[in-house]
């Protein structure tokens, strides 16, 4: 059985030496609401991107494509960061505590490494697959 509960993984920040985030693996149901979240943002900007909105639309259509050992291959582009950081960030070694306001405090840097952090836990291993 494959339930997400307490699957974490502590990252070490490469551009922030000593620092450190927990990261948990997502339910199906939190990675389907970040998506979404994606898709209602591009929607909603349909008038200022014009061309753009409709390559992302299309995207948002295709199945995700399967990389050579059959894992699907997630981009953190597809997904609404903040829903992934404020669902994923269990904890850090910042001084402030994990909240949605000090989570939409990370600099960019940060973030987009935490969210690429959290989608890499979904990415499965050759092990994974060989176990169930």
């Known amino acids: 059985m494959a339930l997400v509960t307490n699957l974490t993984h502590l990252v070490e920040i490469p551009h922030e030496p000593g620092q450190t985030l ?7 149901r ?7 979240a994606r898709g209602r943002k591009a929607i909603a ?18 199945p995700e ?3 050579s050992n059959g894992a699907s291959q997630r981009s953190a582009e597809d997904y609404d ?6 669902a994923g960030i269990v904890e850090w070694s ?3 505590p994990v909240n949605e306001e000090t989570v939409e405090q ?10 690429e952090a959290i989608l890499g836990l979904h990415e499965r291993t050759e092990a994974d697959r060989k176990n169930g």
Not at 22 to 28: G, I
Not at 49 to 59: A, S, T, Y
């Open 94 to 96: 910042y001084d402030a």
């Open 81 to 86: 960061r903040g829903v992934l950081l404020r």
């Open 22 to 28: 927990t990261v948990r693996r997502l339910s199906w």
């Open 106 to 115: 990370l600099d960019e840097e940060t973030a987009a490494f935490a969210a």
């Open 30 to 36: 939190e990675l389907e609401e970040a998506k979404a």
């Open 45 to 62: 900007s349909f008038k200022d991107l014009g061309p753009e909105l409709m390559e992302q639309l299309r995207r948002a259509d295709r």
């Open 65 to 67: 494509p399967e990389q």
